[in-house]
T-cell receptor
Framework: EPEVTQTPSHQVTQMGQEVILRCVPI?????FYWYRQILGQKVEFLVSFYNNEISEKSEIFDDQFSVERPDGSNFTLKIRSTKLEDSAMYFC???????????FGPGTRLTVL | GENVEQHPSTLSVQEGDSAVIKCTYS??????FPWYKQELGKRPQLIID?????GEKKDQRIAVTLNKTAKHFSLHITETQPEDSAVYFC???????????FGQGTELSVKP
C-alpha cells in the first residue's frame, strides 16, 4: 500500500538557521498539507497546497514559512529562520481530492536549540 | 475561530469493555469529522470518518455518532483489545476535507 514518506525523521538545528523538511506524497494525490504538533499539544494545520499554489494557510504560517513542490514527487516545507518555538513534530499529508481521506506521513521531529 | 475540544485526555479500560471519546466543535459549518489513531512512534491513521449528512457510522467494533444540533460527535469502541491502546484524535473540517482542526487527543490504555 502506498504511503506518505518524510525525511529526515529528526532534524536538529540552531536558532536562526534555515531548515527544509521533505515529503513525498502518495503518487496520484493532488492535495498536500503540512501540520505540526508541539509536544503535548494538539495537531495544528499549517498549510494546504493544490495545483502548485497555496489554497489555505493558518495564522502560524507566516512569512518565515514557505512550501514548494519542486518536482513531480517532492513537497517541501521551508522555515527561513528557525525559532525555539518552532520545535515540534511536523506532519505532511496528502489526499486525492479535497474530500478524500488525508494520509499522514510519519513526521519529522524538529528540534531548535 | 474554529475549535475542537476532545475529552477525556486519558482513558483506561479493561480488555473487553467499551470506550467512548467525545468531541465538540465550534463552527456549525463543519461537515466532515474524521478520527485518527496514532500508535507510539507511528503516523496518525484514519480509522473512521463521518459526514454531516449521516448521524451514525459503524465499522466492526468502531462506531461514530454525530449530533449536529449539539455540535458534538463521539467515537465508540466496543470489545476493546490491548492493540486498541493508542492516542486517538478527532478532527473537523468545514470544507468536506482540506484543513482539519484537531482535538487535543485521548490516550487510550486497554489493560489485559
Amino acid at each position: 500500500e502506498p504511503e506518505v514518506t518524510q525525511t529526515p525523521s529528526h532534524q536538529v538545528t540552531q536558532m536562526g538557521q534555515e531548515v527544509i523538511l521533505r515529503c513525498v506524497p502518495i503518487s496520484n494525490h493532488l492535495y498536500f498539507y503540512w501540520y505540526r504538533q508541539i509536544l503535548g499539544q494538539k495537531v495544528e494545520f499549517l498549510v494546504s497546497f493544490y495545483n502548485n499554489e497555496i489554497s489555505e494557510k493558518s495564522e502560524i504560517f507566516d512569512d518565515q514559512f514557505s512550501v514548494e513542490r519542486p518536482d513531480g514527487s517532492n513537497f517541501t516545507l521551508k522555515i527561513r529562520s528557525t525559532k525555539l518555538e518552532d520545535s515540534a513534530m511536523y506532519f505532511c499529508a496528502s489526499s486525492y481530492t479535497l474530500s478524500d481521506t488525508q494520509y499522514f506521513g510519519p513526521g519529522t521531529r524538529l528540534t531548535v536549540l | 475561530g474554529e475549535n475542537v475540544e476532545q475529552h477525556p485526555s486519558t482513558l483506561s479500560v479493561q480488555e473487553g469493555d467499551s470506550a467512548v471519546i467525545k468531541c465538540t466543535y465550534s463552527d456549525s459549518a463543519s461537515n466532515y469529522f474524521p478520527w485518527y489513531k496514532q500508535e507510539l512512534g507511528k503516523r496518525p491513521q484514519l480509522i473512521i470518518d463521518i459526514r454531516s449528512n449521516v448521524g451514525e457510522k459503524k465499522d466492526q467494533r468502531i462506531a461514530v455518532t454525530l449530533n449536529k444540533t449539539a455540535k458534538h460527535f463521539s467515537l465508540h469502541i466496543t470489545e476493546t483489545q490491548p492493540e486498541d491502546s493508542a492516542v486517538y484524535f478527532c478532527a473537523a473540517s468545514i470544507t468536506g476535507g482540506g484543513k482539519l482542526i484537531f482535538g487535543q487527543g485521548t490516550e487510550l490504555s486497554v489493560k489485559p
